[in-house]
């Protein structure tokens, strides 16, 4: 039980704005409709494992005694560095949604009357919503002073990250081809990117 402690409160709090912001553009997109929708069972267990990392490790550390023996020490410069991030983090994860708006969709959806976001948090980055996820991640690694909760959800996101963006990017390229390439050219994937890449030829060049 360690949800009394001031960096666990601080975690605490940036959780439900967290889960808050997810549950306010979600109630927005009731009634938008999808063109397109791919969930499959490797999808399905990748989000399962990111909820027991994200939500399920945080509470039962914060709620019950059962990771106890994993607790280590939290200077407060770390718990200091976890809020900053936290902070940080949450304010992209609410831009992310808010300039993505009915594009958005937990899972790999193309929605009625798709458009490619290119503004704002996606201007020189593709995937700010996933940076953010990392980023809060990171933040529960800092304010949880504990070897199974703080980690969890870092190592929970990673594989269906992976997975998740080739993906992605793919069904992205099929809907909106060279507009989706060119926009892959100049942009970072977490990272922001300030030059634009030169196109790598898709095939060799015809025989002189
Ligand atoms: N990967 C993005 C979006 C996550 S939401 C991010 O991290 O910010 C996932 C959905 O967003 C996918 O189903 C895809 O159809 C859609 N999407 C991803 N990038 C997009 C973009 N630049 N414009 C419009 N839709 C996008």
New binding site residues.
């Given amino acids: 039980m360690n949800i009394t402690e001031p960096w666990s409160i601080v975690f605490a709090v940036g959780f439900v704005l967290y889960a808050g912001t997810r549950h306010h553009f979600e109630q927005k997109l009731k009634g938008v409709e999808s063109v397109e929708r791919n969930l499959d069972g490797i999808e399905v267990t990748l989000l399962a494992l990111v909820l027991s990392g994200n939500i399920l490790a945080p509470v039962v550390y914060l709620f019950s005694p059962w990771f106890d023996r994993f607790d280590h020490p939290l200077p407060h410069l770390v718990g200091a560095s976890g809020a900053v991030v936290m902070a940080g983090s949450l304010w992209l994860f609410f831009r ?1 949604h808010l300039e ?1 708006d009915r ?3 937990v899972t ?3 929605r009625k009357d ?5 503004e704002g948090v ?1 201007r020189r980055v ?5 940076a953010a996820v990392f980023g809060i991640g990171i933040a529960q690694a800092l304010l949880l002073s504990n070897w199974v909760a703080g980690p969890a959800a870092l190592i929970s996101f990673a594989p269906l990250y992976l997975v998740r963006v080739p993906r ?1 990017e793919a ?2 390229v099929a809907h909106f081809g060279d507009d989706y390439r060119d926009y892959m050219l100049e942009t970072g994937r977490l990272f922001p990117r300030f030059t634009k890449r030169r196109p790598t030829p898709s095939s060799p060049p015809p025989p002189a």
């Fill in positions: 992310s993505l594009q958005w969709s790999l959806e193309i798709h458009r490619i976001v290119r996606y593709r995937h700010p919503m996933y992605e069904l992205m």
